[in-house]
């Protein structure tokens, strides 16, 4: 062989892409594309789990795990791991995931960032029983979701660590409920950092006249920020306005606009 042609051979080598080292069997959510180089670490898959989602940071205190909110269900547990590509946060995964699952009209219901989630510890070893996701606390992030119709009744948490070691992780799972979900909602925490991530909320679930609990989730989510004015659209959006301000919301935060869209449009007039 030529040294040219030696030349050539090495170089489509060099080009050519590595072959991902997965947990043989392992597959990734057809609605979920992986972070680029990414390789599932862990993956399973169980018939009639039973899962207890924490909508809340995550605390122990006299020995027992605290949490303010949680929703459980019952039914197929799918678990990924993925293991991020050397010099990506799992902040990039968890941002790119997020925008990827709030976009195909998953509704958000918790979602926590750094010390505010809690213990990673417990996340780790109570939560997702996955050592391997155990890192600093403010390295970690957690979102859980219910996704949209026709998937309405599964469950997806998404959890990302950079652990001390600087080997960053996502962690997936799905939990296809045996039973209707219902309908869960967001705490105003959430709701609250989606509307500041995205600058806008499509509330396509809310009631055409204002009422409870939805109001008093919106009423609560404004409180938290005195200093955030919004624009709310939608064929009742005056209504929701009066409402929102007999609640206690200023009425200079609040600006309406009639409009044909079904549910409440949110926007963040910054």
Not at 117 to 122: D, E
Not at 135 to 155: F, I, K, N, S
Not at 230 to 237: E, F, K, Q, S
Request: aromatic share 6%; hydrophobic share 45%.
């Amino acid at each position: 062989m030529s040294r040219t042609l030696r030349r050539l051979v090495l170089v489509g080598l060099l080009a050519a892409p590595v072959a991902l080292a997965d947990v043989p069997g392992s597959t990734d959510l057809d609605y979920l594309p992986r972070f680029a180089r990414a390789e599932i670490v862990d993956y399973r898959v169980q018939e009639g789990a039973e899962r207890i989602y924490p909508q809340s940071a995550i605390r122990r205190i006299s020995g027992r795990l605290r949490v303010d909110g949680e929703i459980a269900a019952v039914g197929r547990l799918s678990v990924r791991t993925y293991e991020l590509p050397a010099g990506h946060s799992s902040a990039e995964a968890f941002a790119q995931a997020r925008r990827t699952l709030l976009a195909g009209g998953a509704q958000a219901l918790h979602w926590c960032e750094g010390r505010e989630c809690g213990g990673s510890s417990l996340w780790a070893n109570n939560v997702f029983g996955n050592a391997r996701l155990y890192g600093p606390d403010e390295q970690q992030a957690y979102l859980l979701l219910q996704l949209a119709a026709p998937r309405q009744d599964t469950l997806l948490a998404l959890y990302a660590i950079t652990r001390g070691n600087r080997r960053s992780y996502l962690h997936v799972e799905t939990l296809e409920a045996a039973q209707p979900l219902g309908n869960h909602l967001p705490n105003a925490e959430t709701l609250l950092r989606q509307l500041k991530d995205t600058g806008v909320l499509e509330l396509g679930g809310v009631p055409a006249e204002p009422a409870d609990p939805w109001l008093a989730l919106l009423a609560r989510a404004l409180r938290l920020d005195t200093g955030l004015r919004v624009l709310l659209g939608g064929p009742t959006a005056a209504d929701w306005r009066e409402a929102l301000i007999a609640r206690g919301t200023q009425a200079a935060r609040l600006e309406s606009a009639p409009g044909e869209t079904a549910g409440l449009h949110v926007e963040w007039l910054r």
